[in-house]
């Protein structure tokens, strides 16, 4: 079966300081990727969607950057962090194209202090 | 743009009530709608979907929604509800154009009291 994981799962980081948070998905092949973050009364944002190694398309511009080295790694990461960038991140993962079903890691909530 | 309206973020019932969460949403092409769930301390996870064919989906746990095309809508629905169902349910569309990508609602949070 699938498992995703994240981590870490709590992280504290002063500003200005970088940032890597790491999802790894195990037991699927090839899948879609992504970076959501959950703000609190305000659902969930997608950040960085993958559709494959090295590919990785941004929605919203802002202090942050993806990559996926591998095929079932994706890593969000910033140079340096703002206050504003204090959240819950989650990685999500499906197959196939248009319209599957997204799962979900178990976050990391990130503070920046 | 593509968009998703929760009416309620915060909803409170007693056990055996029944439940309505409502969800809109505005994109005049064709859908897949979902309805995730977010237990306390668990991960979000897929409550239940609607992609085609009957517009009355059942889900796991005895909730079911309905697609109403001409409604914009996709409201879940629980006939008696639980204290486990306590939850932040969140809506989400993706429209088939939007390749990837889901538009979530805000979340209604549900308390269920015992």
């Known amino acids: 079966s699938q498992t995703i994981h994240q981590w870490p799962a709590t992280l504290v980081q002063p500003v200005g300081s970088p940032l890597s948070l790491e999802c790894t998905v195990e037991?699927?092949?090839?899948?879609?990727l992504y970076w959501y973050r959950q703000a609190a009364g305000r659902g969930l944002q997608l950040l960085f969607y993958?559709?494959?190694?090295?590919?990785i398309s941004s929605e919203v511009p802002q202090n942050l950057s993806a990559s996926r080295p591998q095929d079932r790694q994706f890593i969000l990461s910033s140079k340096k962090l703002l206050l504003s960038d204090s959240g819950f991140y989650l990685c999500?993962?499906?197959?196939?194209?248009?319209?599957?079903?997204?799962?979900f890691g178990p976050g990391t909530r990130l503070l920046v202090l | 743009a593509q968009s998703v309206s929760q009416h309620n973020h915060h909803v409170i019932l007693s056990e055996a009530a029944s439940l309505e969460l409502g969800c809109n949403y505005s994109y005049g092409g064709t859908v897949n709608l979902f309805w995730y769930v977010q237990y306390p301390g668990q991960h979000l996870q897929l409550l239940l979907k609607?992609?085609?064919?009957d517009p009355l989906v059942k889900g796991i746990k005895g909730f079911e929604a309905e697609f109403i095309k001409s409604k914009f809508s996709f409201n879940l629905r629980k006939p008696s509800v639980q204290w486990s169902d306590t939850a932040e349910y969140f809506c989400?569309?993706?429209?088939?154009?939007?390749?990837?990508?889901?538009?979530w609602g805000a979340g209604t949070k549900l308390i269920i009291k015992p």
């Open positions: 037991g699927t092949s090839n899948p879609n």
């Open positions: 609607y992609f085609s064919g």
């Open positions: 993958s559709v494959g190694i090295g590919q």
């Open positions: 999500a993962w499906s197959v196939g194209q248009w319209g599957e079903t997204q799962y």
């Open positions: 989400a569309v993706n429209g088939m154009d939007s390749n990837y990508q889901l538009i």
